[in-house]
């Protein structure tokens, strides 16, 4: 485990008060967490300060606004909103606590849970168009256009024996989640650049065999079209090249991108509220009632499309 995480992200700690030397480690992970060659260039470490700390800041606010811890037990399923929503039933949730991969294994290490454990619960929301009955006064409707909600692959994260353990290791995930962001980023951008490079090639040496073969006045096609069309998608290959970074410069790009992704960390990784009524057939209602209840969602969004609904979870001994 990354303890020199742990240091950077203890609790009340702000981004100017971290030591220069977590820092420095902090700047060491992402380099090693996207490309270990960016660290050729020069005054990496510099270049790389100030996005680093943006992040380490945004992470911490990002986990620590995470809504308050929800017991995850089947005794309080009727009486909890939230749990009503997350899970169908009581069985439901009693059965997924008894088969949570996690859960299973952390079992099997201690025979048994002897004290309660603190994890990050994350779901999917799927919302369903659906007719189903209403009720208008004393006139029960048919066919009416409703949605239904669900919340499906339950998940466990980062359980531990308890909260601050479990805070400090959803940090330190977060901050790997925006490298790995900025990882897909650079890879995107190395397939790219090959991908172009390899069809210049081919390009290349096909217009050097027309020239050479005087294909250059072909009279089937009126003129030099063969030609002038390979020369005119060469150099729209070699503008793409330029836009993208020279070959001695590409090192900069990649850094380029660590920085920005890290540096607008707030950008490629956020925490979204939502307010949310559903009665107890799961049906998305306007306004809350007797059997529906308004219930707020944390939402965990990210750049590349991805949207969890996330809570902090207690499982009782």
């Excluded at 909103?81 to 949570?100: K, Q, V």
């Amino acid at each position: 485990m990354l303890r020199f995480l742990h240091s950077i992200f203890r609790r009340g700690t702000r981004s100017g008060a971290v030591p220069d030397s977590l820092v420095n480690k902090a700047i060491e992970r992402a380099v090693d967490g996207t490309d270990p060659w960016i660290r050729a260039v020069f005054g990496y470490k510099k270049k790389l300060r100030p996005a680093v700390m943006h992040a380490i800041d945004h992470v911490v606010a990002l986990v620590d606004g995470t809504g308050p811890v929800l017991p995850l037990d089947p005794r309080s399923y009727d009486s909890n909103p939230n749990l009503r929503i997350y899970f169908l039933t009581a069985s439901e949730m009693g059965d997924f606590l008894e088969h949570e991969p996690n859960l299973v294994q952390l079992r099997g290490k201690r025979g048994s849970l002897q004290r309660s454990a603190t994890a990050l619960l994350l779901m999917e929301k799927r919302e369903r168009m659906t007719l189903g009955a209403s009720l208008s006064g004393d006139v029960v409707l048919r066919d009416v256009p409703q949605v239904s909600v669900s919340f499906e692959a339950h998940r466990l994260m980062d359980l531990n024996g308890n909260e601050e353990e479990t805070r400090y290791q959803l940090k330190r995930r977060a901050y790997d989640h925006l490298l790995r962001i900025a990882l897909g980023r650079i890879t995107e951008l190395k397939t790219r650049r090959g991908n172009l490079e390899k069809h210049r090639t081919l390009l290349s040496s096909k217009l050097s065999l027309l020239q050479r073969g005087g294909f250059g006045f072909d009279p089937r096609s009126g003129g030099e079209t063969d030609v002038v069309g390979l020369e005119q998608r060469l150099a729209d290959i070699e503008a793409q090249l330029l836009a993208m970074g020279k070959d001695d410069k590409m090192l900069d790009v990649y850094l380029g991108v660590v920085a920005d992704v890290l540096g607008r960390a707030e950008q490629h990784l956020w925490l979204g509220k939502e307010t949310l009524v559903v009665d107890r057939m799961g049906i998305k209602r306007k306004e809350a009632g007797a059997d529906a209840r308004e219930v707020s969602l944390d939402v965990l969004c990210d750049a590349e499309g991805r949207k969890l609904v996330v809570s902090l979870v207690s499982i009782p001994a």
